[in-house]
């Protein structure tokens, strides 16, 4: 008999939540129809199956499911050929999940255009494709509830700050000369450069020197596990919820690779259409804030990670020169938590000063 088992959906949880399930105990469901949400430390994930069959629960919605956990099985895969395939309004057009209905009402999608995306199923990221806009609200507006997403956000949060002691050093980093790059690298490689995409490249250029800060800590405290390669993940918010994808193997990188991985995921993100390769396997996390009037930002650690970079807004800031006369320059705030286990305030101070270092020199 078929069965529906949760994978492996990213190395940094043992467990994740049952959200719901998008078809019902006894449905007769097609090959590939979406079957349960599961919420993971970063994203809530549709189930399929991948057989069809009758649908029979094996878990219940709220519970805690392990990796490789069966929650469902299917069996009389005959019922299949009699079973309807419900559309928009229960005719003969494609599958629709409950999520994407919902989100069809909230944008007022009509059925005439999902059915012109020719998909035999249509889930909630298709409706916001087709649109083009980000997701527009953060919460239940009938409730006033989390969402999905914000409440695996939530559960990261409360891992991190009962498992990691962090703590947190930031650094005034002079940015002007990069700033005069970007125009010209938005050029060059035809992508946008801005600060995210010259950080990742700083941060990356910092691993060989700085491998500590890129380590990950076992739970017994004391096992430290090298990262070969500098894997930065970018979070990303377009309203609904934080995402964070993950530009791989940042040291080795060019600018013009990593502009384009940034420029793919702030696409993917409006439609919420991640792939759990792309939010997995990160080795530290950059976070950028746009408010000009934000003065500081401390990020947290993302468990099985070992630091996290923050970065504010660039803002202008009298300084004395050389000469001692005042001059001006363009300044960030970019602060470094840490998990003070593995990496102490001396060694956190010289990755900052790195980065300024390499802002201030031509990328590849």
């Not at 990069?178 to 946008?192: D, G």
């Not at 050389?322 to 998990?339: C, E, K, M, N």
């Amino acid at each position: 008999m078929p069965e529906i088992a949760v994978p492996k959906l990213n190395t940094n949880d043992d467990s994740y939540v049952l959200l719901a399930w998008l078809a019902p105990d006894g449905e007769a469901v097609l090959a590939g129809a979406p079957v349960a949400e599961v919420e993971t430390s970063k994203a809530v994930e549709e189930l399929t199956a991948a057989t069809g069959g009758v649908l029979r629960h094996r878990a219940a919605t709220g519970a805690e499911i392990a990796p490789g956990q069966v929650i469902a099985v299917l069996d009389d895969p005959t019922a299949v050929s009699a079973a309807p395939v419900p559309g928009p309004a229960g005719d003969d057009g494609p599958t629709i999940t409950a999520p994407a209905r919902a989100r069809m009402a909230e944008l007022g999608v009509s059925a005439g255009q999902v059915a012109a995306l020719g998909r035999p199923i249509v889930r909630r990221a298709d409706i916001d494709a087709l649109v083009a806009v980000p997701p527009l609200v953060a919460t239940d507006r009938a409730t006033g509830s989390l969402s999905r997403n914000q409440r695996a956000v939530a559960r990261t949060v409360a891992r991190s700050h009962a498992t990691v002691p962090a703590a947190y050093t930031a650094m005034t980093i002079d940015v002007g000369a990069a700033l005069e790059r970007m125009p010209r690298l938005t050029r060059a490689v035809r992508r946008p450069v801005g600060l995210a995409e010259l950080f990742v490249a700083a941060i990356g250029a910092a691993h060989a020197e700085h491998p500590m800060c890129f380590a990950r800590l076992d739970d017994d405290g004391h096992t430290l596990h090298p990262a070969f390669a500098a894997h930065v993940g970018v979070t990303v918010d377009l309203g609904e919820g934080l995402y964070v994808p993950v530009v791989r193997d940042a040291g080795t990188a060019t600018v013009a690779e990593i502009a384009r991985a940034l420029a793919r995921f702030r696409v993917t993100a409006a439609g919420g259409a991640f792939r759990p390769s792309e939010l997995d396997g990160a080795t530290i996390t950059l976070t950028l804030h746009q408010d000009a009037d934000v003065s500081l930002a401390i990020p947290i650690v993302y468990p099985g990670q070992t630091c996290a970079v923050a970065v504010t807004a660039p803002r202008p800031e009298l300084h004395l020169g050389d000469d001692g006369r005042p001059a001006a320059r363009t300044v960030s705030q970019v602060g470094l938590a840490y998990d003070h286990r593995v990496v102490n305030g001396r060694e956190a101070a010289r990755f900052l000063a790195a980065l300024a270092r390499t802002l201030q020199e031509e990328p590849r």
